[in-house]
Structure formats: structure tokens, C-alpha cells
């Protein structure tokens, strides 16, 4: 398996974890108190460079509440991002004789 499709694998698993708290009612208020810190951690390690420092910033606020859902897929959206929005390097053009 490429290491694009492993990662996409986790995304998909940190984000059903996210949503659990809406599974369990009473112990997802505890839940996201302890998720939130955790998923901006793992969303850290797992995205490089912008996509993670902006990613775990965002996915703290939104386990934590202040945006006032935790359904975001926040891991997966930053896969999304970083396979087919994020500009890849370019490759030069060859210049054209006038």
C-alpha cells in the first residue's frame, strides 16, 4: 500500500475517533476535553510543514468546541488538501527560441 493511501487510512480513523463523542452521550463532553490536545498532536506529526501546523490549530478548535461541532473531518480534509490542492513543486518549461 503507497504511503499516501496509509495516511489517508488514519485520517479516516482519528476522524471516526473525533466523532465518538456523539456516539456515547455524557462521556463526549469528557471525551473532547482529552481528544482535542491529542488530535492536534497527532494531526502535527502526521501533515508537515503548513498543512499540520494550520491543521492542528484548527482541529484543536473544533474538538474543543469553540467552533461548536466536532463532525469535521479535519484529519481527511487535510489529506484531501495535501494530495489534490496543495501546489506541488513545478517543473520548468522549457523556454521557447524567438
Do not use: C, H, R
Request: no cysteine; glycine share 10%; aromatic share 14%.
Amino acid at each position: 500500500m503507497q504511503p499516501k493511501y496509509k495516511k489517508l487510512l488514519l485520517s479516516l480513523l482519528y476522524d471516526a475517533i473525533g466523532m465518538l463523542s456523539f456516539v456515547i452521550p455524557g462521556l463526549g463532553e469528557f471525551m473532547d476535553i482529552v481528544w482535542a490536545p491529542l488530535s492536534a498532536y497527532l494531526i502535527l506529526k502526521l501533515y508537515k510543514g503548513t498543512v499540520g501546523k494550520v491543521g492542528s490549530i484548527i482541529s484543536f478548535g473544533e474538538e474543543a468546541g469553540f467552533f461548536g461541532t466536532d463532525i469535521i473531518p479535519t484529519f481527511t480534509l487535510a489529506w484531501l488538501y495535501e494530495n489534490f490542492i496543495q501546489k506541488k513543486e513545478a517543473i520548468p518549461l522549457p523556454e521557447k527560441s524567438v
